[in-house]
């Protein structure tokens, strides 16, 4: 081996553990966050009437979350072992990765909408029937999105200073997936779309060119909330939930007593009362009004410090990454999560109207877990090989 | 985009602090009130047992249904599910739930006392079917009184109205002793209004009541009031009442009052029934009261056993009024006056005692008092104050007239000559057992008012003169062969509601009565029968309406207490003769 070999084959290993503190804080702050989901949604899942859990562990929320949290670290370490070069696409569209998850995240999303395969929860119809599982095809879609966006806007060949070919091909894909998404979930669909456009800027697109797609997408925004009468209700019962306290204004009002019964610091881990039965959706959308009322404010301000550290490694990563595609992976996939646990911490302390969207890693729910770890997965990889795939080519 | 999030999630913790600051207390207090529960824990009330403790009023618990209007999403369809199981129609139970609901309160009974499988039934299918129509909809365990013996004894014990409070009789009279505490329950219940966990620091157990034991005995009670009703039927009574009584202690065994009363469904029954007219009713006694001034003739000294009184042959004229016997007699000895019971030569002794001995006779033997029994609403019946006594009553208070006094009044009186003289307080509460089990507060030793009369004038009184009555008088059917039955009957007008003297008397309207006790030797029981306004063509005298119920109480009695006859009722009994006379001609 020469010299020159030398350096090159030493630059090599650097690459691959110089900056693994970063993985390793990210899959910790994860995995914390993970474990304190488990805890609350054993405690949240409390019911008076619920058999005794050594009857039937994994039919309950927690045992469930316990299987997919296992899945989920599964994911971290499959996909973090996986070089992230090989979503990026390929020669042909039809070589590309990225291009056939998202080809099949739309063909997810419209089986939603057909009886017999797709399942209503709760009025929406945002789940697959999948045996005796549910998937929820909307979180597979995020993430599907994000990789075919990066892959597009890293793309040197990319006309993504113009209009016709550059920004409107992709405004296209990313109003087709937030329509077919917003119909059921319109929360999913805010956070994919405010993403989305985010991931387009950072890419490289005018920014002057967003504000042509943005007015449809508004005026669709609109539409949207216009078409179901509960949304518009829920904006109005934001506004004012004493109008209606057993309505519309229910988990508003019931949201807030929880965290108010905490106090600062809390009544103690599983001695909270609003889990029986008055604050719905307690261990998945609103998880986080459980956690304020058991483990006080103080105990959600630790779950919203663990996210912004979560946000500043995100940060970190996207700072040291080299290539334009493992820069955009690493923006659009830790952006789609952090970004889905601001609305969700904000629709849970009453700050913005009542929206169905999980705490990423925390809430109970399989699919949302899964892919979340496969995000991280991807983002650790990105982390580590992006200086490997930068030298290996040279 | 990184920084955006970090002060967006910045301002969420803003948003926290701002929630802690400015809207916690007022809505701590509101989750507080959505999440407390009380429920009243209740106290089950004492039972009632008789003097051998056996129950003749009990508490079971029985499940009643109870709705929370805020919990129900459809109160049609709510009362129309829960109405199929425990089968009840649904309308009412929809009203009470609109207006429970209109009243904003959060607890209402829909039925109460129901079958206890169908309450199981209905809180099995709200378990299963989860949120749905049951949700609201609960079942609390109450306490429910049930007198085990219906009729028996049912004037005695009164009732308990729905919330468990007495009444009437001994549930009334010792409602204190039989309550008990209610106590109460705290709880954080779930969103259903299940309970979770209690708030132990407000908790407060219930003390339960204390259980009451009476003089009463069941099966003397059963056979009185038997006998009592049969006798009121035939004679197509209007009432009748009679009491047996312990004359050493004073305790009442049998208190009956026809018609009868059922306790179990006291609120549907009359007021009239429900009165126990054996304390609240006095009447003018009639011949029944003789014994009582003829033992104060004799103690006073104005005659003697033996002595020849003339009797008028049957009308006898003081002044403007004359006064008749039933048969008219010439001589008759001072005994035959009583046993026969002649109007006049008891009106005779009055003369010669005069009105202050008179009165003093009445009142020696408690008339004109509450005897002081434990039961509510007794009357002290009437006697009037001395001043107002005129030269008629010195006739009329020895023929029983001019005076009212209850059942219990005359039949304590009567224990009083059956022993020796002591008129004892009447009782019917012999002890309380508390919650240990422990016997409290028994009543072993007789209470005595007053010594009515000097015991050998009661046991002359007993053994020579009612005993006579029974043996060769006109209380032949009282008599129980072979247990020594002494008495005296009685005949009486009832007095128009206007007040005394002749002419103010009712046409043919009467009260025939018996006043009995057994055995003349040693007496054991005295009984005492009354019965008002009995069908005059089939019957009205009392010693053809009332001495046959009390000769079977009397025979009963001695037949439960396994007591064999006290002469051997074959043999020709032989009555003693005092003075010379034969008091068995006739």
Not at chain 1, 254 to 275: F, H, R, V
Request: glycine share 12%; charged share 20%.
């Amino acid at each position: 081996m020469n010299e020159e070999q030398t350096i090159k084959h030493n630059d090599l290993m650097l690459g691959f553990f110089r900056y693994q503190g970063y993985a390793l804080m990210l899959q910790g702050l994860v995995l914390a966050l993970m474990g304190l989901g488990l805890v609350m949604i054993y405690s949240a899942q409390g019911r008076v009437d619920r058999p005794p859990l050594h009857e039937a562990f994994f039919t309950t929320p927690a045992g469930k979350q316990l299987v997919f949290v296992g899945i989920s670290l599964l994911m971290i370490i499959i996909f973090s072992w996986i070089n992230y070069d090989w979503f990026r696409p390929g020669e042909t569209t039809l070589g590309s990765v990225g291009f056939w998850m998202l080809l099949l995240s739309v063909i997810l999303l419209i089986g939603a909408y057909i009886p017999g395969i797709g399942m209503e929860i709760n009025g929406a119809r945002r789940w697959i029937k999948f045996g005796s599982f549910t998937f929820q095809p909307s979180e597979f879609a995020k993430i599907a999105l994000m990789i075919y966006l990066a892959g597009k806007l890293s793309q040197s060949e990319f006309p993504r200073k113009e209009f016709l070919r550059g920004l409107l091909p992709l405004s296209l894909v990313v109003g087709l997936i937030c329509g077919i998404v917003g119909k059921e979930d319109l929360g999913t669909a805010a956070v994919i779309a405010a993403v989305s456009g985010l991931l387009l800027v950072a890419g490289g697109i005018q920014l002057w060119y967003l504000i042509l797609p943005a007015v449809p997408a508004i005026l669709m925004f609109v539409y949207l909330i216009l078409s179901e009468g509960y949304r518009v209700q829920r904006i109005t019962s934001f506004l004012n939930p004493e109008a209606d306290p057993q309505g519309s204004g229910y988990h508003a009002i019931q949201s807030l007593l929880a965290i108010a019964g905490g106090g600062w610091w809390g009544m103690g881990l599983g001695e909270g009362t609003q889990k029986y039965g008055y604050l719905p959706e307690d261990t998945t959308d609103f998880i986080f009004s459980i956690i304020c009322e058991e483990l006080g404010s103080v105990g959600g301000m630790a779950v919203l410090g663990i996210f912004m550290v979560f946000v500043i490694v995100g940060w970190l990563i996207f700072r040291h990454v080299k290539d334009d595609f493992g820069k955009l992976l690493v923006f659009g996939l830790m952006g789609v999560i952090a970004m889905q646990a601001t609305i969700n911490i904000a629709v849970a302390t009453v700050s913005v109207p009542t929206k169905g969207i999980a705490l990423p890693f925390v809430s109970a729910g399989g699919s949302g877990l899964i892919f979340a770890g496969m995000a991280i997965g991807i983002v650790c990889s990105v982390n580590k090989y992006s200086q490997w795939n930068l030298l290996k080519d040279s | 985009m990184f920084a955006f999030l970090l002060l967006a999630m910045l301002a969420l913790a803003g948003r926290l602090t701002y929630i802690q600051l400015k809207k916690g207390e007022q809505l701590g207090i509101r989750a507080d009130s959505q999440q407390q529960g009380y429920q009243r824990q209740v106290a089950v009330r004492g039972t009632i047992y008789d003097r051998r403790g056996r129950i003749l009023a009990g508490t079971h618990i029985v499940p009643s249904v109870y709705g929370d209007p805020v919990m129900i999403y459809d109160n049609m369809a709510t009362a129309e599910s829960v109405s199929a199981i425990i089968s009840e129609p649904p309308r009412p139970i929809f009203e009470k739930l609109e207006q429970a609901a209109a009243k904003k309160s959060r607890f209402v009974f829909l039925a109460r006392g129901v079958d206890v499988e169908a309450a199981d039934s209905l809180m099995t299918i709200r378990r299963k079917r989860g949120n749905g129509l049951f949700d609201g909809i609960g079942i609390q365990y109450e306490p429910k009184r049930t007198y085990t013996t219906g009729t028996v004894a049912g004037h005695v014990l009164g009732a308990v109205n729905i919330d468990g409070e007495g009444i009437e009789g001994i549930e009334l009279y010792y409602d204190k002793v039989l309550r008990g505490k209610d106590g109460r329950e705290a709880f954080i219940r779930d969103a259903a209004g299940r309970k979770i966990w209690l708030i132990k620091d407000q908790c407060r157990p219930p003390v339960d009541g204390k259980h009451i034991i009476l003089s009463i005995d069941r099966v003397i009670q059963q056979f009185t009031q038997r006998i009592l009703g049969q006798t009121c039927e035939y004679y197509k009574a209007e009432s009748g009442t009679a009491v047996v009584m312990d004359p050493k202690t004073g305790d009442i065994l049998a208190m009956a009052v026809w018609p009868e009363v059922d306790p179990n469904a006291f609120g549907n029954t009359a007021a009239e029934i429900r009165r126990n007219r054996a304390i609240t009713d006095p009447f003018e006694p009639g011949s029944i009261f003789k014994p009582f001034i003829a033992a104060h003739a004799l103690q006073d000294g104005v005659t003697q056993l033996g002595e020849s009184i003339y009797c008028h042959n049957g009308a006898y004229t003081v002044g403007r009024r004359t006064l008749h016997d039933a048969h008219g007699y010439g001589y008759l000895t001072f005994q035959e006056v009583v046993s026969k019971s002649s109007n006049i030569g008891m009106a005779i002794l009055g003369q010669r005692m005069g009105n202050g001995k008179l009165y003093e006779a009445v009142r020696a033997f408690g008339f004109g008092q509450r005897s002081g029994v434990d039961l509510r609403g007794e009357a002290p019946g009437i006697v009037l104050p001395l001043k107002r006594w005129t030269d008629y009553s010195t006739m009329s208070i020895p023929m029983g007239q001019e005076i009212a006094c209850t059942s219990l009044q005359l039949a304590n009186a009567f224990a009083a000559l059956a022993n020796e003289g002591q008129l004892l307080k009447p009782r019917i509460f012999r002890g309380a057992i508390d919650e240990n089990g422990l016997l409290i507060d028994e009543r072993i030793e007789p209470e005595l008012i007053n010594q009515a009369v000097t015991p050998e004038i009661a046991r002359t009184m007993v053994l020579d003169v009612l005993r006579l009555t029974v043996t060769s008088g006109t209380g032949k059917r009282a008599d129980v062969p072979g247990y020594q039955v002494f008495g005296k009957t009685g005949t009486a007008q009832i007095a128009k509601s206007t007040g005394g003297g002749k002419g103010h008397y009712e046409e043919n309207a009467y009260v025939g009565s018996f006043l009995g006790g057994a055995p003349a030797s040693d007496p054991q029981i005295v009984v005492s029968v009354n019965i008002r306004r009995p069908n005059r063509r089939i019957g009205y005298y009392g010693g053809t309406v009332a001495a046959p119920a009390v000769k079977e109480i009397i025979r009963a009695y001695f037949e439960y207490m396994h007591i064999p006859p006290f002469e051997d009722p074959n043999e020709k009994e032989e009555v003693k003769n005092v003075g010379g006379f034969d008091t068995t001609a006739e």
